[in-house]
């Protein structure tokens, strides 16, 4: 196994994806060997020595590439570092009032359950009304979702430095 990390995500409209970025330019500035990739390019986790995982979130569900990634490398990552990210409440206020009790999709919980990710989070997301097609734009007034870029950048390095440290430190104990 080589002593590269892995980001892959599942963005519809690209908030995700920078937010995978931002994630593996803290890997990459911590001196770990990093490639960001959307869910749909790398199929297999086995060239990895650490997977961070993370989708944009809708009706609270992962987007589908996400989703089927995790399923098809289950195995493969219940034997590594793992750690899981979604990226979707949109608004001010406490994060848990905003989730309603959500963590994580339901579906896919037991795949998490037999993987044993280290950290499973949620990051705020952003929104624009108008890239949204009429179907989302109804959907988010149904939930009363706040339109605007409520991602907490201090928030998502600080999350990726503790990675990094983690994977630093069991890289020196081997």
């Not at 994806?17 to 990459?28: D, H, N, P, S």
């Not at 905003?98 to 999709?105: A, C, E, T, Y």
Request: contains cysteine.
């Amino acid at each position: 196994m080589s002593s590269k990390v892995l980001v892959e995500y599942a963005s519809k409209y690209g908030k995700t994806a920078e937010i995978a970025g931002r994630i593996g330019e803290v890997l990459t500035e911590a001196g770990l060997q990093t490639d960001v990739y959307p869910a749909k390019r790398v199929k297999k986790s086995t060239d990895y020595q650490a997977v961070v995982l993370g989708s944009a979130v809708y009706i609270g569900m992962w987007r589908r590439e996400a989703a089927s990634f995790l399923k098809a490398n289950e195995i493969d990552l219940a034997q590594k570092p793992c750690w899981l990210f979604s990226s979707g409440p949109t608004g001010e206020g406490d994060l848990d009032e905003l989730l309603d009790g959500w963590k994580f999709p339901s579906g896919l919980q037991p795949v998490a359950d037999r993987i044993k990710p280290r950290i499973i989070t949620v990051f705020r997301g952003a929104v624009d009304l108008h890239k949204l097609n009429g179907l989302e734009r109804w959907m988010m007034s149904r939930v009363q979702a706040a339109e605007g870029d409520f991602r907490d950048w201090e928030t998502i390095a600080a999350w990726a430095k503790g990675i990094a440290e983690e994977i630093l430190r069991e890289n020196k104990q081997k």
